[in-house]
């Protein structure tokens, strides 16, 4: 991480004589790219892209310049490596329009920004139409019907599939083929940004921006409307939806300077709702029940429960009547609860007692409830940061080591395994009405790995159950800081 830290400096360095201050990695999401603030010693800040993925760069970079070209509110890009690897451009902040929604409802200033959002992505949309080389796309150049076909095999293979719901395979794939097909006839296809929820519109003084578009292709412009408008997180009223949708249209006809059949537009604009939705399950089932990332997992109930509305209350002008019985099985309450954990309230008794400590040092920490113990897990196993000279005197808790031992060592996995185990004890303790869980982390000194491990799995519990945690680390008396 420190070589790629050092090439970014050399990078920000040939765009601008400013000197850096810092530079700070940013949280990945989703994605296998590494974001990175820069700072520099004025005060502004950057942002640096680090990828391997050169393809997937060069087209965020030919479209953004292709953008920028008809004004499209994206960042610009100051600098790029010569294997283009790195980028950096402009920082539009942290704030988005997701943020704006969780923070404020859906209140008039909120829905200012949906309707600015709306307005620039037909634009976008319409006018980049123009001048797009769609041989730039990172693979298909068209969501065609082979495109919508690799989406609803998504949903299949990795969110259907887990349900273990008995269902005709061959009934299926028909119903999939005639969808797929159905959707690639629409009349009105041109930029399509494949990715335009409100979490890749960022807001700063009132305007929007939007990022993370290098998935773009040619398209429906239904798809990216639906996208916005059905984000589970987002949870837009049924109103709201309705509203935004004939503000879109009115954009698309500005735009064009022409009507819409708006009978039909609509119609299409249901079929794509389905299909994102779709989409959506299966990267949260990608995300959370594969690599078993909390967030994920935490989004599965919301997003059913908008495919059962959508089920209830809207019709896609086609008949797919093995695909559509096996969603109303998708959508049953029984499985809606399954994804929906046990939740700590005010009044739960449980408390979980999170441990690091030093094998060498202490050995295993005394249990002071009644219960006589609980989990021990040994860290040894992992890769130790403690061995290189620049992490000597630093701690689980600091960055640096942090990234160490997420992109450098088997850390991910050994804890995905350990919340497996633990959710399964946690859920049950909290239904049986339990007082006391106490989970250890052991390593060599106590300092490192299983300080990162007990601070992963304190998060880990407070975002999934709500749970009460007492989280300590043992050594933290012996750290030289």
């Given at each position: ?50 990828s391997n993925n050169i393809k997937e760069n060069k087209t965020f970079i030919y479209f953004t310049n292709q953008f920028i070209q008809v004004g499209a509110p994206v960042p610009e890009i100051f600098a790029v ?270 408390v979980i007692k999170i441990n690091s400590f030093s094998y060498l040092k202490n050995g295993y920490p005394k249990d002071e409830s009644k219960n006589g113990g609980g989990y021990v897990f040994d860290c040894r196993g992992i890769l130790n940061p403690g061995r290189i000279e620049e992490y000597k005197i630093q701690t689980g808790q600091d960055k640096p080591v942090k990234d160490f031992l997420e992109q450098q ?73």
């Amino acid at each position: 991480m420190q070589k790629n830290i050092d090439a970014i400096k050399e990078l920000f360095s040939q765009y601008s004589n400013t000197p850096v201050s810092r530079v700070e990695k940013i949280p990945q999401s989703g994605s296998d790219r590494y974001y990175f603030r820069i700072y520099s010693d004025t005060d502004k800040a950057y942002i640096a892209t680090y990828s391997n993925n050169i393809k997937e760069n060069k087209t965020f970079i030919y479209f953004t310049n292709q953008f920028i070209q008809v004004g499209a509110p994206v960042p610009e890009i100051f600098a790029v490596n010569s294997d283009n690897t790195i980028y950096i451009q402009e920082d539009f902040g942290d704030f988005s329009l997701l943020n704006a929604v969780e923070a404020n409802g859906q209140n008039e200033m909120v829905l200012i920004l949906f309707k600015k959002s709306l307005k620039a992505l037909a634009s976008l949309q319409i006018k980049s139409d123009k001048i797009i080389d769609y041989s730039q796309c990172i693979t298909s150049k068209e969501f065609g019907q082979q495109a919508i076909m690799s989406d609803l095999l998504y949903f299949k293979y990795y969110f259907l599939d887990t349900l273990k719901i008995p269902y005709d395979k061959e009934l299926l794939l028909n119903d999939f083929e005639a969808l797929s097909l159905y959707l690639s006839k629409v009349e009105n296809k041109y930029f399509l940004y494949r990715d335009f929820q409100s979490r890749n519109i960022m807001v700063t003084n009132n305007d929007i921006h939007f990022i993370d578009y290098q998935g773009g292709m040619k398209g429906a412009l239904q798809y990216d409307v639906a996208s916005l408008l059905w984000q589970a997180k987002a949870n837009l009223s049924d109103e709201w939806k309705d509203m935004l949708l004939e503000y879109y249209m009115d954009c698309v006809e500005d735009e064009l300077a022409k009507k819409l059949d708006r009978n039909l537009f609509v119609g299409q604009y249901n079929g794509y709702v389905l299909i994102r939705l779709l989409q959506v399950l299966g990267a949260y089932g990608f995300r959370g029940l594969f690599e078993r990332k909390a967030h994920f997992l935490t989004s599965i109930p919301l997003a059913l429960k908008n495919l059962k509305w959508f089920l209830n209350n809207k019709k896609i002008g086609l008949a797919l009547p093995s695909f559509e019985l096996l969603l109303k099985q998708v959508v049953s309450e029984e499985i809606i609860q399954s994804f929906e954990n046990t939740k700590a309230t005010e009044n739960t008794p449980l408390v979980i007692k999170i441990n690091s400590f030093s094998y060498l040092k202490n050995g295993y920490p005394k249990d002071e409830s009644k219960n006589g113990g609980g989990y021990v897990f040994d860290c040894r196993g992992i890769l130790n940061p403690g061995r290189i000279e620049e992490y000597k005197i630093q701690t689980g808790q600091d960055k640096p080591v942090k990234d160490f031992l997420e992109q450098q060592t088997k850390m991910p996995a050994f804890l995905n395994s350990i919340y497996d185990i633990i959710d399964i004890t946690v859920e049950d303790y909290l239904k049986r009405g339990f007082e006391n869980l106490e989970i250890n982390f052991g390593c060599t000194g106590g300092q490192h790995r299983s300080v990162y491990a007990a601070e992963a799995l304190n998060r880990h519990l407070k975002n999934k159950f709500g749970v009460t945690t007492i989280l300590q680390h043992i050594n933290s008396q012996n750290w030289v800081k």
